[in-house]
């Protein structure tokens, strides 16, 4: 299973990105994103159960993310609006066979990751 993301860039405060992370076959059962700080470890954003559309997401981004499946194109979206400095992170995007929130514990499948940078 390969991931690709794509999308990141850099946004002025206030500004929108949409993430896009293609996956090589199916979507998996859950999928999500991960950021990364420099020096910090990884921590969940948002994830989405594929087939039921139950998403999740961390306090951090409730009410600016939106995460979103079109499993027809194999390809998850992360909808970033509202963006803030403190959103500058490496973003990964992952699957898992179950969610558990927005932690997604036990992902075992990853993008190389995409950066996106709030000024």
């Known amino acids: 299973v390969q991931l690709v993301e794509s999308g990141g860039g850099s946004m002025q405060a206030g500004g929108s990105l949409r993430l896009s992370c293609t996956v090589s076959?199916?979507?998996?059962?859950?999928m999500g994103w991960f950021r990364q700080f420099h020096g910090k470890e990884r921590e969940g954003v948002a994830a989405i159960y594929t087939g039921a559309g139950s998403t999740y997401y961390a306090d951090s981004v409730k009410g600016r993310f939106t995460i979103s499946s079109d499993n027809a194109k194999n390809t998850v979206y992360l909808q970033m609006n509202s963006l803030k400095p403190e959103d500058t992170a490496m973003y990964f995007c992952a699957a898992a066979r179950y969610c558990y929130g927005a932690t997604m514990t036990g992902a075992n499948y990853w993008g190389q990751g995409t950066q996106v940078t709030v000024s």
């Open positions: 076959g199916s979507t998996r059962n859950c």
